[in-house]
């Protein structure tokens, strides 16, 4: 089946420091979405990608849409200890609105 | 706006009962939701996708009559786990999409079941 690679599987960070983490995707998406998720929660979404070359931003986060629609990154600007959490990449179907899911990557941030 | 809202955030129970979580769109009409399962450390899974008006689609390995969903109106999706054996005891997690193609999934607070 369809997956997608997401790297670091985690990172340990001083506050401060700028964050960067990409998925890959053997199949072409539509739509790339990046969620964090605490702990004892749902993934909450970040950003929503569209368009190939897409970059788009939410604050401290960035996020870019491939161009050959294969692969995304999430920065993260000058970390604070709540960006700590679990982010997921994810693909979205175009036919049926399913979701396929990086494995996600776990941030811990140090103050 | 775009808030899904999931009940209960937390059941303990006996093995062999059956346990049902609601999960509703707050402000916007969804046609179609999504279950999923999490086991710890691990990414989403998902198990069926809710149609609103129509039977549910199962992914594969899924029972679709250990885990029943009715999604009988565009504001509400429930998953019944009947029967549940602490096999089952995981965190669910539901998600609804606002209509429009290429419309992003938006996520409840997920309930985590514990089956004794």
């Known amino acids: 089946g369809q997956q997608l690679n997401q790297s670091p599987q985690s990172m340990f960070i001083q506050e401060g420091e700028d964050v960067s983490m990409n998925c890959t995707s053997s199949?072409?998406?539509?739509?790339w979405l990046w969620y964090k998720q605490d702990p004892g929660e749902g993934p909450v979404l970040l950003i929503a990608?569209?368009?190939?070359?897409e970059l788009t931003s939410n604050g401290r986060l960035t996020a870019q849409f491939g161009i050959t629609r294969k692969d995304s990154f999430l920065n993260i600007s000058a970390s604070i200890p709540s960006d700590v959490g679990i982010y997921f990449c994810?693909?979205?179907?175009?036919?049926?609105?399913?979701?396929?899911f990086g494995q996600g990557t776990t941030l811990q941030v140090k103050p | 706006g775009a808030v899904v809202s999931q009940h209960p955030s937390w059941v303990i129970c006996k093995s062999g009962t059956s346990v049902k979580i609601e999960c509703r769109s707050l402000?916007?009409?969804?046609?179609?939701m999504f279950w999923y399962r999490q086991f710890p450390k691990q990414s989403l899974m998902l198990m069926a996708t809710?149609?609103?008006?129509?039977?549910?689609?199962?992914e594969q390995g899924v029972e679709k009559d250990k885990f029943l969903i009715n999604h009988a109106s565009l504001t509400l999706s429930t998953l019944t786990v009947t029967s549940a054996h602490p096999e089952d005891s995981s965190f669910y997690i539901c998600?609804?999409?606002?209509?429009?193609?290429?419309?992003?999934?938006?996520f409840g607070d997920g309930t985590r079941l514990s089956i004794l």
């Open positions: 809710s149609n609103e008006g129509s039977k549910a689609t199962y």
């Open positions: 402000d916007f009409q969804a046609t179609t």
């Open positions: 990608l569209y368009k190939a070359g």
């Open positions: 998600s609804a999409r606002e209509p429009g193609s290429n419309q992003p999934q938006h």
């Open positions: 994810a693909g979205q179907l175009y036919n049926t609105g399913k979701l396929i």
């Open positions: 199949s072409i998406f539509n739509t």
